[in-house]
């Protein structure tokens, strides 16, 4: 609760002093960075802080514009915010009304930042500062020696003060119920305030009679007068002190109170008042809220703490005060790190309460209250923790309160949010999509497209913010909100996920099937809690773009340079034309009864020796940068095997015949990868002992199942359904699977490890989950020692870098992926499945290829299959709108194969049909747009409804019109749902 | 590239031309060929939005086995629209949209108390509300419901005025159809409120009401306006069980029952032929669509696989409710599922087309869909929850689907054959293409082609009707005759028999076996002259192959058959389980051979262990109850003996049912009568078998026997119910531990 402010801080300020006189002339600086300190620069921002509400202000030196956490018209104050569970419910708790405003925080200046250390949740309620019983030693000691003497007095004046002393011959009265003489013995309570003012009293009778002998003098008269009030008023007192009887019942009362293990009088025993006897003890006497607020004040005035409480109170026998159990320790640290301010949380070193065992205290036990904290019970004495659900770090940062600009979140290909919006709307994605482990996948959820790149941002009149979360974003939900009424700001921030929990239906009954309705019944149902938090960090960087570069293509291409500078990506050779990624279908399971009994059977749809025909059509037709990917090759087909081992499924054709396909492949010029699944296989695929080995178990501990939905009932379909394979398991079993695959010596297509990432909530804690949780302290090394809780999503997402590290150094390709996350990209060769479209949100004012633009240039890349599109114009059309790829899936047999089975789904891949119309599409596609491949994007623009340019770094623009109608801008008239390419800046 | 199905969609759908400098379009467009020439409405007003493109859901079908399969999307939104968009000031509570014949728009804007008349450009063309009514000034309140006859006369449901107002086609006031008058003849019931909701007027310009909280139908208006009674009110057609239960119900109860009361509509239309459209509201069953006539009575042709009722679904609760339909003029009726936010579209026949929207709260869901219609190709679904117009465009899937359609009702079979080429292109799980196909191609006499198509859609009708010509051309001309020959042939072999032929023959077979048996002696018995484990194994088989022979001669000679078997003579516990899991296979193999034509049964989940369960369960409590009723019945059998003889009498059904399985694979629908003339015959006989030797081994009358049958029938049903009862209890159970362990674990 110290806030140290080093002398070199001090200095800095001066220097800030000197600084802003002279910068103030740019910008009005000193009224924006008001009552705010400098704590660290570099030569492109400083960073400032202001130490009452722990605000911070990034001063951009170039512009002199200033980024705040907390725009001052937003009235939002606080920087963190977090949400914990207690029982079935959620509480929100943010670092101003839970921290600062109890003073619970700690500022530490960094060398190049600085470090908030904030303890939410207030630890100590006021009437923790009041000891209930005190002895007169501790008291004159501790209190009443660091208060002036009118002060004392005051403070007595709420005491009383008490003893147990031994009397011979004691009439004691008697109290029903209780043998009081069990408990004193031969000794009983005498209030040690009454014997002072009986003395006090004699004293005064002793003077008035002396005043009496004294000649009656006007003096003497009024002396006499005063003392004989002051007489009758003692007198008065003394006569309303209680009585021994009232003594002892009162001193009874607060020990049944005070101890847990007295519930009756008469279970009081001796020991219990061993304390008092003969040792003069104050007592509280109680006062009303007003009066207690002073008591408070007087005894913290005193330096007198809770801490000090605990231990008056455990040595006379009374129950400690226990500390709220509900407080977080929570870090945050503010780094500048060249141009950008980089956050940093490290959830490692969070703190939790941790409970230490009241009747430890009790018997005596010492209570250590330094290092490690404080001893945490609630009022039964129960152990107790709350799970620490999320944490949103810099809400408000940024906010806008303009109308002018707009907020880009990575839903779909990208996504702007206008910020012109008259209401309220709140949009809320989750970065590599939501986590199937943790979420109950039996509730339907609306599809909704992905977001791979954990990037966020806002852009308002000629400024804009880009944030990267670098770690921990497999754990984000990134949340946009825009002003609305008298909410003013529109901001967008990340959210982690630290801790999931699941809402398990006590009995079963129907499932509520449908999404934005509700239908189902409100079952008994209990929360359940992973078992422990996220322990890496949390890192977001927030880079500063201004003037030209304050766009979403800004944000794009500055995200371009990050991945590029990061991971020493290489912009693409030109030369090659379009890239054309044909998906053969190898083979599918169908089922069949053999002799009525239902088996399933391998059914090849495109056998080795089509897929050489279709590939050789393929580069008959002229196509250059071909790239096949061969799926559902490994035994089982499309729902194969656990890819613990390679063996190719044998309806296809044999190893030499796949020889042959690579190596006419190679001849030919065209790519080949073979397509497998890592992450999840099929629920027929693993026996009983692999699902006790692979399989992930949710929180509710059964094994979780991905699977398709039914389109009709949008129930999940049974035999769709797949086992999410464990990422602790993937490492093992992608070193078997490139074991035997380096010797095919062909490309990887991984269908799975680029999107999706699964984390593994083990519960294994047991039966006893609860008091894991909380009987040690919650700590980063204990978590980590103990191997509990299974692998969380970040891990995950580092086990699958690893093993993508692994395939490329192993296969000397660089692998296909689908998909396309983030932390795949510096690992994929090239890329498909990359996200077109958006989900559609309620809030959403226009869909950007953001994606597109990141990747252009440095990958070849194609979107998800045509023939398998919505609407095969418009995505035909949007690979037309950034030049990308195309992508098709094909099978040789007819698609009609597949009617009746669980690949119903293709139902439009027939080869015959769909080879040359695509063929066709990009050949011509090619001719116009192939020199487009390796250059990269500097700018897209919507020059009219649903007309969109994108200009290219070589000046030519790509103009597409995705109206029904022709649309003309200047001298060009682009056709109905119809592209142009036009050189240099024509539209001028 | 060469080849039927490839060309044609080379053909139609790669109409990309080579020289994209030229800017050309460049895409899989589908054009719709000459004769489908749509109205295609190019407005300025509003631009497709791009990112309404993609929609959260897929479009499906439901197949023969009522599964739901992927389907391409067929209709995407390409527009939103909200009052403010068209310059009128946003809806409030809009409850209906009509599109006219002409293509103009009517909102029924119910919370603004008036009407929005709209050109087919989107432009409005006048707001209704308040009119000059003869002289007084009028207004309309809440209307609910709007309607613009053939002659363009505007038909508004003034819902909280009670009453109908017409408008010429100029927005003039015409006149007020107010609520039906009480009459003399009481066709009114009592307290019958008149709460117009919907309105529509056919050809003859009579006019049907929707009421609301209506039970009597339909209130019908003639064309000047005069009451002229109730139509098409869903007849009550009481259950036997209904029935049952009202004559034990008290008094009390039978008022209750009489609250349930059929169902009210929740919207109509009328189509091209004057026939009036009616949705009934609440979950949708299975003629909740109706199309009624003149006089009232529904001649919806359903044909489809499934009635049209929207989901197919188990419960109730699940079932799609409908709150709008409107039918165009090729016959294909869109309903539109407030549920779930679905449009359905049906053709003339009650096939399913396609099924798209949702509801929810992505661009281009629907919060509370209430009007469907269509303008141009384009249809429009009116959302009153978000107060705005969703206008949908068909993909070029949807419109091979409705060329095609088209087509074929224009009678162009063949041009609509192409067309469904195009959209297996698309789509390979279309089955109302591949029977489109199969009709073409059987019409040009490739019956093979029509086999193959029609099987893939499905349609045993078509497949039938393909099979037939085959068989005549294969020469089984007539398979009514080679069965007669086949009665024939059986009827020689017993005469043979009787003739002592077959005997001979048998003595022949009998004496070779008899001298390779005696060489091959020393693996039968050792050289003690004991049975080797081979020879037991062979003497075994042996008897139970005598014993199957014997059941042969029981299922003809049933009398004496088992009164050896109740002698215990003849029959053994071995060989009736052995016939026991030859009619498991009888079932199997009748699941999975039986003809196309005949045989309904999805095969892919077709599961040897239901079916062996059906056969073992049933002939279990047979056995059971019968012997456990027989004992204290005097009967004379033991368990075995009704065991053995039991399954002796089910040999028939295998002897039967196998040859006709194979008998299935060559007939077609009209032959249905011998099919099920024979099951039957299997059947009786069985049942007579039954009956005999459950007479003869408990040595009962024939009255006896009879009475005793129907106990065990009753018993067995009576241990069925105690069964089910006994599983629902153990669930209860298994589901109160599942609870408690679950509240130990997680609480």
């Known amino acids: 609760m110290s806030r140290s402010i080093p002398p070199r801080l001090l200095v800095i300020l001066l220097l800030l002093v000197c600084f802003v006189s002279v910068a103030g002339a740019a910008g009005g600086l000193s009224s924006e960075l008001e009552g705010m300190t400098l704590v660290a620069e570099n030569e492109y921002l400083a960073l400032y802080l202001d130490e009452s509400t722990t605000a911070i202000a990034v001063l951009h030196k170039l512009t002199g514009e200033v980024w705040h956490s907390n725009p001052p018209e937003s009235g939002k104050k606080e920087q963190i915010q977090i949400a914990y569970g207690d029982g079935d419910r959620t509480f929100y708790m943010n670092n101003i009304d839970d921290s600062v405003a109890y003073g619970q925080y700690e500022i530490t200046p960094l060398s190049d930042g600085v470090r908030i250390d904030y303890t939410l949740g207030q630890m100590w309620a006021d009437r923790d500062y009041i000891p209930d019983i005190i002895s007169k030693k501790r008291m004159e000691e501790k209190v009443l020696s660091k208060l002036d003497p009118e002060q004392a007095a005051e403070l007595l004046s709420y005491f009383s003060l008490v003893e147990l002393r031994r009397i011979e011959g004691h009439n004691r009265p008697k109290l029903s119920g209780v043998n009081l003489d069990a408990i004193f013995g031969d000794y009983t309570v005498v209030s040690l305030d009454k014997e002072r003012m009986e003395a006090e009293l004699e004293e005064m009778k002793l003077k008035l009679q002396s005043l009496e002998a004294q000649p009656d003098t006007e003096e003497v008269e009024r002396r006499r007068s005063e003392l004989t009030k002051l007489i009758a008023d003692l007198e008065r007192s003394i006569s309303k002190m209680p009585g021994e009887l009232d003594l002892i019942r009162d001193l009874l009362t607060r020990i049944k109170d005070s101890r847990p293990d007295v519930e009756l009088l008469s279970d009081i025993k001796p020991e219990h008042v061993e304390a008092l006897r003969d040792n003069p003890t104050y007592l509280y006497k109680g006062a009303s809220r007003w009066r207690e607020a002073d008591v408070v004040r007087l005894f913290r005035s005193a330096g007198y703490t809770p801490e000090d409480k605990q231990r008056d109170h455990i040595a006379n026998g009374f129950h400690p005060p226990a500390i709220n159990p509900k407080i977080f320790k929570i870090p945050v640290e503010y780094h500048l790190d060249g141009e950008d301010l980089v956050v940093r949380v490290p959830c490692g070193e969070i703190e939790y309460p941790y409970e230490t065992p009241v009747d430890f205290l009790m018997a005596g036990g010492d209570i250590v209250l330094n290092e490690n904290g404080l001893p945490v019970y609630d009022e039964n004495g129960a152990t107790v923790s709350y799970p620490l659900l999320s944490i949103r770090v810099l809400e408000h940062f940024g906010g806008a309160v303009n109308q002018d600009g707009y907020i880009f979140i990575p839903d779909g290909s990208g996504v702007l949010i206008n910020l012109d919006s008259k209401t309220v709307k709140s949009t809320r994605v989750s970065v590599y999509g939501k986590d199937a482990s943790v979420v109950n996948t039996q509730t339907v959820e609306t599809r909704v497209e992905p977001v791979r790149l954990p990037v966020f941002g806002l852009k308002e009149e000629n400024r804009a913010f880009l944030a990267i979360i670098e770690q921990g974003e497999a754990l984000a939900d990134i949340v946009a909100k825009t002003a609305g009424g008298r909410d003013l700001v529109n901001e967008v921030s990340a959210e982690f996920r630290l801790v999931n929990k699941q809402v398990i239906a006590v009995q079963q009954g129907p499932k509520p099937p449908i999404s ?251 039966l006893d989950q609860i008091t894991a949780f909380t009987a040690q302290k919650y700590t980063a090394e204990r978590m980590r020692e103990s191997g509990r809780g299974g692998t969380d999503r970040g891990q995950a997402t580092q086990i699958i870098v690893a093993q993508l590290q692994k395939i490329v150094s192993e296969l000397g390709v660089k692998p296909l992926i689908r998909g396309g996350n983030a932390y795949a990209l510096p690992y994929a060769g090239c890329l498909v499945d990359v996200p077109m479209a958006s989900s559609g949100y ?41 030049a990308a790829g195309l992508s098709v899936v094909l099978t040789h047999s007819p698609s009609s194969d597949l009617k009746g089975t669980s690949f119903a789904h293709l139902y439009s891949t027939g080869y015959e049909e769909w080879l040359d119309p695509v063929l066709r599409a990009y050949e011509q596609l090619n001719s116009v747009l192939g020199h487009l491949r390796s250059c990269e994007i500097v700018n897209h623009e919507k020059i009219a409804p649903s007309v969109y340019m994108t200009t290219f770094d070589n000046g030519q623009s790509i103009v597409v019109n995705y109206n029904d109608h022709p649309v003309s801008i200047g001298e060009i008239t682009v056709d109905a749902e119809s592209f142009r390419l036009i050189e240099e800046a024509h539209l001028q | 590239m060469t ?189 019958f409120v008149y709460q117009p909701i919907k309105v529509a007027v056919d050809p003859a310009n009579r006019i049907y009401v929707v009421s609301r909280n209506s039970y009597e139908g339909l209130t019908v208006f003639n064309a000047d306006g005069r009451f002229s009674g109730f139509v098409g009110a869903p007849r009550v057609t009481p259950s036997a069980a209904d029935l049952f239960w009202y004559r034990i119900a008290t008094q009390e109860q039978r008022q209750r029952m009489s609250l349930f009361l059929p169902t009210q509509f929740s919207n109509l239309t009328v189509d091209s032929k004057g026939f009036v459209f009616v949705v009934e509201s609440g979950p949708a069953d299975d003629d909740s669509i109706r199309r009624l006539n003149p006089a009232g009575e529904d001649v919806l042709i359903r044909k489809g696989f499934h009635p049209p009722k929207g989901d197919l679904v188990a419960s109730s609760d699940q079932a799609s409710r409908f709150v709008d339909i409107h039918v165009d003029n090729a016959g294909v009726y869109r309903v539109l599922d407030h549920f779930r936010g679905r449009v359905f579209a049906y053709d003339r026949n009650g096939w399913l087309l396609y099924v798209f929207g949702v509801r929810g709260e992505l661009k281009g869901s629907f919060r509370d869909p209430v009007a469907v219609d269509m303008l141009g190709e384009d249809v429009l679904v009116l959302d009153r929850g978000q107060r705005q117009i969703v206008v949908f465009s068909p993909t070029d899937y949807a419109r091979a689907i409705n060329a095609a359609l088209a087509l074929y009702n224009s009678g162009l079979y063949d041009q609509s054959a192409e067309m469904w080429r195009v959209v297996l292109c698309y789509n390979s799980n279309y089955d109302l293409a591949y029977s489109g196909i199969g009709r073409a191609v059987l019409r040009q006499g490739d019956l093979e082609a029509a086999l193959r198509y029609y099987r893939l859609g499905q349609d045993r009708i078509g497949y039938s009707e393909a099979f037939k010509q085959y068989r005549r051309e294969v020469g089984l001309a007539n398979l009514g005759q080679a069965f007669t020959l086949v009665i024939g042939v059986l009827f020689l072999t017993i005469v043979a028999s009787k003739l002592g032929l077959v005997r001979k023959a048998g003595e022949v077979i009998a004496s070779a076996r008899k001298s390779i048996a005696n060489r091959l002696d020393f693996v039968i018995v050792d050289s003690q002259g004991n049975r080797t484990p081979v020879g037991r194994a062979l003497a075994a088989v042996g008897d139970i192959v005598s014993n199957l022979r014997y059941s042969l001669y029981t299922a003809i000679h049933p009398f004496d058959g088992f009164y050896e078997v109740r002698h215990g003579k003849k029959g053994s516990v071995a060989s009736a389980v052995v016939i026991l899991a030859l009619m498991t296979l009888t079932y199997v ?38 012997w456990a009723l027989t004992t204290l019945m005097d009967g004379k059998g033991r368990l075995r003996d009704i065991f053995i003889s039991s399954a002796f009498a089910l040999v028939p059904m295998i002897l039967i049912n196998i040859p006709l399985t194979v008998l299935t694979n060559f007939m077609v629908a009209e032959d249905a009568s011998y099919y099920y003339a024979i099951s039957a015959l299997a059947v009786i006989w069985t049942g007579s078998l039954l009956l005999i030797g459950n007479m003869i081994i408990h040595e009962y009358s024939v009255g006896k026997t009879g009475f005793t049958a129907v106990l065990t029938l009753v018993g067995m049903a009576f241990v069925l119910f105690l069964g089910v009862l006994f599983v629902s209890l153990v669930n209860t159970m298994v589901g109160f531990v599942r609870s408690l362990y679950i509240e130990i674990i997680f609480r």
């Open chain 2, 3 to 191: 080849g039927g199905a490839g060309s044609l969609v080379a053909r139609c759908l790669g109409h990309a031309k080579p020289n994209i400098a030229r800017n050309t379009k460049l895409v899989f467009r589908f054009r719709s060929i000459g004769l489908l020439v749509l109205l295609c409405l190019v407005t300025v007003t509003f631009f497709t939005d791009p990112s309404l493109a993609e929609v959260p859901y897929r479009n499906y079908s439901y197949d023969f086995f009522g599964n739901a399969v992927p389907a391409p999307q067929a209709y995407l939104p390409s527009k939103v629209i909200t009052g403010a968009d068209l310059s009128v000031g946003e809806f409030s509570d809009p409850q209906d949209l009509h599109v006219s014949r002409d293509g103009q728009i009517f909102i029924a804007d119910a919370g603004n108390n008036r009407l929005v008349w709209l050109d087919s450009d989107w432009k409005p063309v006048r707001v209704l509300s308040e009119f000059d009514n003869n002289g007084t000034a009028d207004r309309l309140r809440a209307p609910e419901g709007v309607f613009v006859a053939d002659d363009g006369s505007v038909y508004v449901a003034d819902t909280g005025n009670s009453r109908i107002v017409q408008f010429d086609k100029n927005g003039e006031f015409v006149r007020v159809i107010g609520p039906p008058e009480a009459d003399t003849e009481g066709i009114i019931p009592q307290g």
């Open chain 1, 842 to 882: 309620p809030a959403e004012s226009e869909r950007v290829p953001f994606y597109q633009i990141v990747v252009h240039g440095l990958y070849d890349y194609a979107g998800p299959p045509l023939n398998l599109a919505q609407d095969m114009e418009t995505a035909l059309l949007r690979s037309i709108e950034t």
């Open chain 2, 589 to 626: 193999i009748m699941r999975q051979y039986t003809g196309f034509v005949f045989n309904t049964r999805d095969l892919a989940r077709l599961n040897v262990y239901t079916e062996l369960a059906s056969v073992l369960i049933p002939f279990s409590l047979w056995c059971a109850v019968n």
């Open chain 1, 516 to 766: 934005g309705t509700r239908l189902g019944h409100v079952l008994p149902s209990v929360t359940a809690y992973e078992s422990r938090h996220y322990l890496g960090d949390i890192v977001i960087r927030y880079s500063f773009l201004h003037g030209d570069q304050a766009s979403y293509v800004g944000m794009a291409r500055h995200y371009r340079t990050y991945l590029m500078d990061k991971y020493g990506l290489k912009p693409l050779e030109p030369g090659a034309g379009l890239p054309l990624f044909v998906e053969l279908v190898g083979a599918v399971e169908k089922v069949k009864p053999v002799l009525g009994v239902p088996m399933s059977v391998a059914y090849p749809m495109t056998t080795i020796d089509h897929a050489r025909a279709i590939l050789e059509q393929v580069m008959q037709s002229g196509a250059t940068n071909v790239k096949i990917e061969y799926s559902g090759w490994l035994e089982g087909g499309l729902n194969h095997i656990l890819p613990n081992r390679v063996s190719l499924e044998d309806t296809l054709g044999n190893m030499k015949q796949l020889a042959g396909l690579r190596d006419r492949a190679r001849d030919l010029g065209a790519e080949l990868y073979l397509g497998t699944s890592f992450l999840t296989v099929h629920r027929d695929r693993l026996g009983y002992q692999g699902v006790a080995r692979y399989a992930v178990r949710g929180i509710d501990r059964n094994p979780v199942l991905v699977s398709d939905y039914d389109p009709g009932t949008l129930l999940a379909r049974e035999d769709t359904a797949r086992y999410v394979i464990k990422p602790s398991e993937l490492d093992e079993l992608v070193d078997s699977f490139l074991r035997d695959f380096r010797n095919i010596e062909v490309g990887l297509a991984i269908e799975d490890m680029g999107s999706d990432v699964y984390s593994d909530p083990d519960q294994r804690a047991g």
